[in-house]
């Protein structure tokens, strides 16, 4: 007679895994797409059922995908950390740990190495920036317009400098939708992808270009504060949208 399967072990397993790599993921996924838990065996989705009816995993209320194969994301819960803590045996929580270790172990050493060429291909420029900068000086606007009217006439006024041109209203949509997702959920910061398609649906020509340099005004006003991606730089659903700060890839935006 076949042994029966322990559906809370093999929720469990799959939950200590999760505490290494808390990113938000569908239920259930495949190998193209993970999830918390991959596959289509009884088991597995006995398992994912348990986590949903214990509250070990908790719905994000974001979606990805569209039609049929449109599924929500979820995320661990403080109720599923305590469950694996107390309760998973520690074999599988020292496997899902060591995992998670070691990819960030390999994600630190390609950002070290996509760092180090990135200044090499920078030095050259830098440095003629530098020679150009020490021979050229700025203009003496007031001395050019004594020569011109003569030493005794008084010097003409300069026109004075247009002002600086309104901020886009879309600004205040960023820091709106991110006030109202902290109060919805403020263990899950909106993504720069969710952002973005947000606001596309409000002003279509707004481009990613825009959008970036906006997130850095927000972030200099410190209005918002941006969150780096914490999983493996492979997992990245829409590398498009993230943005490269401070030595980080930045993907989620949170009020600071």
């Not at 397993?13 to 991959?38: H, I, R």
């Not at 990135?118 to 050259?124: A, F, G, R, V």
């Not at 949509?173 to 947000?198: G, H, M, W």
Request: glycine share 6%; with cysteine.
């Amino acid at each position: 007679m076949a042994k029966a399967i322990d559906i809370q072990a093999v929720a469990l397993e799959a939950l200590a895994q999760a505490m290494a790599d808390p990113a938000p993921k569908v239920l259930l996924g495949s190998a193209k797409a993970p999830g918390f838990f991959n596959g289509t065996r009884k088991p597995v989705k006995d398992a994912a059922k348990l986590c949903e009816e214990r509250q070990w995993l908790l719905g994000t209320g974001e979606w990805i995908g569209k039609g049929a194969s449109k599924k929500q994301t979820y995320r661990l819960s403080p109720a599923g950390i305590q469950a694996v803590l107390e309760q998973s045996e520690s074999a599988a929580l020292l496997r899902g740990l060591s995992k998670a270790m070691q990819e960030q172990v390999e994600v630190f050493r390609a950002l070290q190495g996509q760092v180090t060429r990135t200044l090499s291909q920078l030095q050259p420029l830098t440095d003629m920036v530098q020679q150009l900068a020490r021979k050229v000086e700025p203009p003496d606007v007031e001395a050019i317009l004594r020569r011109l009217h003569g030493t005794n006439s008084q010097p003409l006024a300069l026109p004075p400098s247009s002002s600086p041109p309104d901020l886009p209203d879309w600004l205040d949509n960023v820091v709106k939708l991110t006030a109202e997702q902290q109060q919805r959920d403020r263990y899950q910061p909106l993504s720069l992808p969710a952002i973005f398609a947000t606001l596309r649906q409000m002003r279509p020509t707004l481009t990613l270009g825009q959008f970036h340099d906006g997130l850095r005004l927000l972030r200099e006003q410190k209005r918002i504060r941006l969150s780096p991606y914490t999983r493996a730089l492979a997992t990245i659903e829409d590398a498009r949208n993230a943005l490269f700060l401070d030595g980080e890839v930045m993907y989620y935006v949170e009020l600071p």
